[in-house]
């Protein structure tokens, strides 16, 4: 473990709150805590034993506080470490914090004990990232996957494949060097069964990563449709409040407008859309060119059809703006008389095999089949939380992808017959990427970048 100096930061959010927590780390936390503390000596009490006192510094009564004590190397970050609670008032952390600095710990920055607890080799890098995906998680689905990552499962995984890789480039470095002790005939077509295993499990990774981004981000909604059919209707039942304006007046909504809906466990991240018709009004055909512009970036977009009026060709110029992307029809205002069926949307509308889903915004009726088809839509209607491995961290990606590159062209080589050692090279590319997964040999910029991401006291 390298010797660092003693850093400090408040670990808690800075309002006021019940307790509030002061973490110092490095050598000499003890030290600057016990001469901080009175009523308790810190010098020579055992690991993990909480103290009570009173801080004092410049002869100043500063707060009544609860101290924990960790020694190296049973901490979060492996080295020494305090943490002072006190009562949860920012003046009170603050004081707190600037005495601790005062004698000696420097102010931390962003992530910086996370940083150490990788730096002194107690968790990879993929659990480092995991700890700020989890603090940061606004679903269920995000926090229970990067606790996942969080206990192992990554590094686990990572880990066994780079052994294969490196067996394998082991043994062609040793049959490279000792021909006559190590026979390289037939291990090509060996090699090639442990790549395409490889690459099974990275693409195996990869297929859940899309799942786990709309799960742990949100699905980027759409709302679409021209005016007055409901879109503003259905944004406000969605929310459970009156949040967009609704009138019977076409061309009520003018801008868009953005919120963010659970829906049993999927969370959307919803745009509500100016109705789209040709207008000659200036702050309308802004609003139009706007709900045209979330198409692109959009993961599902809610087609809304007023289901009490005949179609018009609006409504099919709509439905051609939506060719190659994942729409679902909702035929709105159910409670009226019916002029538009599934049958004659189907026949009218050139968008076909389109789940179709017929709803009220007025009365909520429809709604349970619209949320189950959304999760059908994307998840087959199967989101588990089990135990499966997902990537949702955008470098971890990247690197899987790149390894992949890698071992591609280590079976083109093997395929046209290349020589081994030209091919090792590709191998060990391979295993080098998926070190930079969990953090080996990953250069000290790249390092700063990924925990200057992080929260101040983590
Ligand atoms: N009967 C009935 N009326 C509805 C329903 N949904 C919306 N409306 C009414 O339809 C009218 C238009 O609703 P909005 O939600 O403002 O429609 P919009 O699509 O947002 O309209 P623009 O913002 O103008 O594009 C209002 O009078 C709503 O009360 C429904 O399911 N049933
Ligand atoms: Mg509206």
Redesign the pocket.
């Known amino acids: 473990m390298m010797e660092r100096d003693t850093i400090a930061a408040i670990a808690t959010g800075f309002i006021p709150s019940g307790i509030g927590i002061i973490r110092i780390s490095g050598p000499q936390a003890i030290e600057i805590a016990d001469g901080l503390l009175e009523g308790a000596d810190l010098s020579n009490a055992p690991s993990h034993t909480i103290h009570y006192g009173m801080i004092r510094s410049n002869g100043e009564l500063i707060d009544e506080v609860l101290v924990a004590l960790m020694r190296s190397s049973r901490s979060y970050t492996t080295e020494d470490t305090v943490e002072i609670d006190c009562h949860g008032s920012p003046l009170a952390m603050q004081k707190v914090l600037e005495a601790v600095c005062q004698s000696g710990a420097r102010l931390a920055e962003p992530g910086e004990f996370t940083k150490r607890a990788f730096l002194n080799g107690r968790i990879d890098l993929t659990e480092a990232e995991s700890v700020m995906d989890l603090i940061q998680a606004k679903t269920e689905y995000a926090r229970k996957s990067s606790l996942q990552i969080l206990r192992g499962s990554m590094k686990e995984k990572i880990s066994t494949l780079r052994k294969t890789l490196l067996n394998r480039s082991a043994y062609i470095e040793a049959a490279l060097d000792d021909p006559e002790h190590y026979d390289l005939s037939g291990f090509p077509e060996l090699l090639r069964t442990d790549v395409l295993t490889v690459q099974d499990e990275i693409d195996r990774i990869l297929e859940t990563a899309e799942n786990g981004r709309l799960l742990s981000e949100g699905i980027r909604t759409v709302?679409l449709?021209?005016?007055?059919?409901?879109?503003?209707?259905?944004?406000?039942r969605l929310l459970g409040e009156e949040r967009?304006?609704?009138?019977?007046?076409?061309?009520?909504?003018?801008d868009t407008l953005e919120e963010q809906v659970m829906l049993d466990g999927i969370l959307l991240k919803i745009i509500?859309?100016?109705?789209?018709q040709n207008t000659e009004d200036p702050v309308e055909k802004i609003g139009v060119e706007k709900a045209f512009d979330c198409i692109p970036d959009a993961d599902l977009v809610l087609f809304?059809v007023?289901a009490?009026r005949p179609l018009s060709p609006e409504d099919q110029q709509i439905s051609s703006l939506l060719k190659d992307k994942t729409v679902l029809i909702l035929l709105?205002?159910?409670?009226?008389s019916a002029e538009v069926t599934k049958e004659t949307l189907e026949k009218e509308i050139s968008l076909t095999g389109l789940p179709i889903v017929s709803?009220?915004?007025?009365?909520g009726?429809g709604f349970d089949q619209l949320k189950t088809t959304i999760s059908d839509v994307f998840f087959h209607g199967n989101i588990s939380f089990n135990d499966e491995l997902v990537v949702t961290n955008v470098r971890q990606k990247e690197s899987l992808r790149k390894t992949k590159e890698s071992l591609s062209r280590v079976l083109e080589s093997i395929d046209a017959g290349m020589p081994e050692d030209f091919y090792s090279v590709d191998l060990i590319d391979a295993y080098a990427e998926l070190g930079r997964i969990i953090g080996e040999k990953v250069e000290e910029d790249l390092i700063n970048e990924i925990f200057a991401e992080f929260c101040m006291g983590k």
């Open positions: 709302i449709g021209k005016p007055n059919v409901g879109k503003s209707s259905l944004l406000n967009a304006i609704v009138t019977d007046i076409a061309g009520t909504t003018r509500d859309t100016a109705g789209i809304v007023d009490s709105n205002k159910s409670d009226l709803i009220s915004s007025k009365t009726d």
